[in-house]
C-alpha cells in the first residue's frame, strides 16, 4: 500500500491515491493493483485492528479524520472493502502509527499532531469499534514509533518532528522549524526524556521517520 | 587519422606540394602511394578542422591530442560514466543497512535503492528472510512518478540482483504493508 498525490489516471478515483499491489505466488505485477482515492490523505499505517488475522489499513487525513480500510477474504480483484471512519477532536495532524498499546492483540492508533504537542490515541475494540480519542499532551511528532524501550512491558512512544524545506520542483532544502531533539514519553507519559543524538542523525540525512 | 611523432619542417612540405603539383600536370597517377600527413603542433593543427565539431578531440597547446572525454576516471580499465548535477547536495542517498556485530562493532553496507523517503520491512514471500520495500522521495529533478523498490531477503541478505524497481508510484508519501484480501 503506498499513499500517493491526487489522481493523475483517468479512472482514478477522487482525492489523493492508495495504490494497492496485489501480492501473488508470483510476486508483485505493475497491473494488479487497486487504487482508492482518500480527500486530503497525509499518512497510512496498517495493523491487525479486529484480531482477526489480518492487517487492516487506517488512513490519515488532514481534515482530522482516520479512514479505516478493513482486510476481507477475497479471490477475486478488484476488491470490495468495507470502510470506516473516526473524527479526531483536533486539527493540525500529521502522522499515525498502529500498534497494540494495551496489550489485548488488536493494534491501536497513535495520532502525531504539529503545534499543539497533542498526541491521540484511539484503542480498537472488537468487532470493528473504538473506543473514545484520548488526547495527551505530547511534542509535535511527524512520526511516532511505539516500542517497550525499558523492558517494562509497557509501550513508550517516540516522536520526531521533522519538517523540511522544499523547492519548487520538490527538491529537497533546509530544516526547518525542527524540534532539537527526539522526545520520548515512557509509560503512559509519565516521564519525558530526551535524547539528542538520534535527532542529529535524523536531521544529517532528511528522514522524518524511524 | 595517423599521426607520426615525427616533427616536418616547412621545407619538407613544400617539396611534398611540388610533387603532388607535377603528378597531376603529368598526368601520371601513382594509386598505391600512402601520403601521410604529419602535424604535431599547435600551429601544424590550427589550419585544420577537427572532425565531429571538436567534440571528441581537441589539440593542447603543447601540440598533444586530447580527449574531450575521459572515460576511465580512474584507470582501472572500465568506462565511468559522469553526469553533471544542478545542485550542490545529495537528493538521492543510498539506503544502507546497518548491524552491530557481536564484538560491538558497527556493520554497514549500502543497498541498490537509490533515494527513499521510507522503508516497510516484512517477509513478502514467506520464504524465512526479511524483505524490504522501499518508497522512493522526490527529488524535484525528475517527474514525481517513481518507483516502489522491493529488496528481496535472503540468506546472503539484499543482495543488487534481486532488488526489483517496476511498480509506479506517483507523488509517494507514505507506504505500508498489509494482507487486504486474506490470500495469505
Not at chain 1, 526524556?193 to 542529529?200: D, L, N, V, Y
Not at chain 2, 597517377?29 to 571538436?54: C, H, K, M, Q, Y
Not at chain 2, 514471500?125 to 524490504?132: K, P, S, V
Amino acid at each position: 500500500m503506498v499513499l500517493g498525490e491526487e489522481a493523475w489516471l483517468p479512472g482514478q478515483p477522487p482525492g489523493n491515491i492508495v495504490r494497492i499491489y496485489w501480492g501473488s505466488k508470483r510476486g508483485y505485477l505493475l497491473t494488479r493493483r487497486q487504487d482508492l482515492g482518500i480527500r486530503a490523505a497525509i499518512d497510512l499505517a496498517s495493523g491487525d485492528f479486529d484480531r482477526d488475522g489480518a492487517s487492516d489499513l487506517a488512513i490519515l487525513s488532514a481534515d482530522g479524520k482516520i479512514h479505516l480500510v478493513w482486510a476481507v477474504k477475497s479471490q477475486v480483484l478488484s476488491v470490495e472493502f468495507q470502510r470506516g471512519q473516526i473524527e479526531l477532536p483536533g486539527d493540525g495532524v500529521q502522522c499515525i502509527t498502529a500498534k497494540d498499546m494495551d496489550g489485548d492483540g488488536a493494534a491501536d492508533l497513535v495520532i502525531g499532531t504539529h503545534g499543539s504537542g497533542e498526541v491521540y490515541l484511539v484503542g480498537a475494540r472488537v468487532p470493528r469499534e473504538w473506543g473514545d480519542v484520548t488526547s495527551h499532551k505530547g511534542f509535535s511528532a511527524s512520526h511516532v514509533a511505539v516500542g517497550d524501550l525499558d523492558g517494562d512491558q509497557k509501550p513508550e512512544l517516540v516522536l520526531t518532528d521533522f519538517d523540511i524545506g522544499h523547492a519548487a520542483g520538490g527538491e529537497a532544502g533546509a530544516a526547518h522549524e525542527s524540534e532539537t531533539s527526539v522526545n520520548i514519553l515512557l509509560e503512559r507519559f509519565r516521564l519525558v526524556g530526551i535524547h539528542g543524538t538520534e535527532h542529529s542523525a535524523c536531521q544529517r540525512h532528511g528522514d522524518r521517520r524511524f | 587519422m595517423k599521426f607520426a611523432a615525427v616533427r616536418q619542417s616547412s621545407l619538407s612540405r613544400v617539396l611534398i606540394s611540388l610533387l603532388l603539383s607535377l603528378l597531376a600536370i603529368s598526368g601520371t597517377s601513382s594509386p598505391a602511394a600512402e601520403i601521410t600527413w604529419v602535424e604535431d603542433t599547435f600551429d601544424d593543427f590550427a589550419d585544420g578542422r577537427l572532425d565531429a565539431s571538436g567534440q571528441n578531440l581537441y589539440v593542447s597547446r603543447d601540440g598533444t591530442l586530447r580527449n574531450i572525454h575521459r572515460f576511465d576516471l580512474n584507470q582501472d580499465g572500465h568506462i565511468d560514466l559522469v553526469f553533471n548535477s544542478t545542485h550542490d547536495s545529495f537528493a538521492f542517498i543510498p539506503a544502507s543497512v546497518t548491524g552491530v556485530t557481536r564484538e560491538g562493532r558497527i556493520q554497514q553496507s549500502e543497498l541498490l535503492v537509490e533515494g527513499s523517503l521510507q522503508v516497510a520491512v516484512g517477509d513478502l514471500n514467506r520464504d524465512g528472510h526479511y524483505d524490504l520495500v522501499f518508497l522512493p522521495n522526490e527529488s524535484g529533478l525528475q517527474h514525481p512518478r517513481r518507483f516502489v523498490s522491493i529488496a528481496w531477503g535472503g540468506t546472503d541478505g539484499w543482495p543488487a540482483h534481486r532488488v526489483a524497481g517496476v511498480l509506479p508510484i506517483r507523488g509517494a508519501k507514505a507506504i505500508t504493508l498489509a494482507d487486504l484480501n486474506h490470500d495469505g
